[in-house]
């Protein structure tokens, strides 16, 4: 029998942060649960910006750019778990994460990622400054399949503090623990606080133009607002729920008549195209 694998990935610059000792705390609860750990700190690969050739897309192949994102993607796919440790700056997380995510076309399509075990870890400094955090976390797992089961928020301020807070220390243990479990179990369903969205777990919404609809921004899942005894709630309809953003047939779907197409408007475009951008080349200089 194949051991279990659970791989930390920190997106913090600071060696030693909060971020990677919450993980590493993570990862040792891992440990006891039987599985064989690793850890990669994101910042210290080359992530470059996606170019947006769309060759993932169009020739069924990882990503053509030659640096180490590739490499990420498939340390992920070759683990049972996955726990992501990422501190929360200016209402988000870091900006590597928002690099894998739109480094990510490539492992979406394959599915190579898709049923790991998941789970998020953010420290952040300032209460009331956290808001988007966790929508850039779920959207860059979720749209490649892994099944998150608990996410934390931990309030550490100061720098590398998080062990003199045993409570901190407890809550990233037992998040480690949970991910082996639900791995030896087979029970990916959510664990942690419960949110507003039935997918992410989330408590941010958009209010459609209808005024009556509401919608999680990343999973796209709709319903109505209710308001009872001073109460808001929001209705969620089974169908609602099943027809969520990031389930494989809506990816697929999605690749496959939104953005595939383009490519033969984009061969038969070609000339035109040329001509006319003509008149913005070396415009300002550039």
Known sequence: MQPMKVLGLVGSVRRLGNSEILTKEALMGAEEEGAEVEIL????????????????LFQGRDCVIEDDANFI?????????????????????????????????????????????????????????????FQQTNTWLLSLGVDIIDQLLIHVQGLSEAPLFSQAIERARTLGKKVVQAIKRGDHSYQGEEGICPICHDR???????????????????????????????????????????????????????????????????????????????????
């Not at 994101?42 to 993932?56: M, Q, S, W």
């Not at 994460?97 to 990510?104: H, P, S, V």
């Not at 389930?247 to 000339?271: D, M, V």
């Open 41 to 56: 700190r994101l910042t210290d690969y080359e992530v470059k910006p996606c170019r947006g050739c769309a060759a993932c």
């Open 73 to 133: 993607f498939a340390k992920m796919a070759a683990s049972d778990g996955i726990i992501v440790g990422v501190p929360c700056y200016i209402l988000e997380a870091t900006a590597i994460i928002k690099q894998l995510i739109d480094r990510g076309f490539a492992p979406m399509q394959q599915n190579t990622i898709r049923g790991k075990v998941g789970g998020v870890i953010v420290p952040y400094a300032t209460r009331g400054w956290t808001q988007n955090v």
């Open 204 to 286: 941010n919404l958009r209010i459609l133009k209808d005024m009556k609809t509401v919608e999680c921004p990343v999973c796209a899942v709709r319903g109505t607002l209710q308001v009872e005894g001073g109460t808001i709630t929001v209705v969620f309809t089974d169908e609602a729920i099943r027809r969520h953003r990031w389930t494989e047939e809506n990816l697929r779907r999605h690749f496959t008549y939104h953005l595939k197409p383009s490519k033969a408007f984009f061969i038969k475009t070609k000339g035109e195209r040329k001509k006319k951008t003509q008149k913005y080349k070396g415009y300002l200089g550039m």
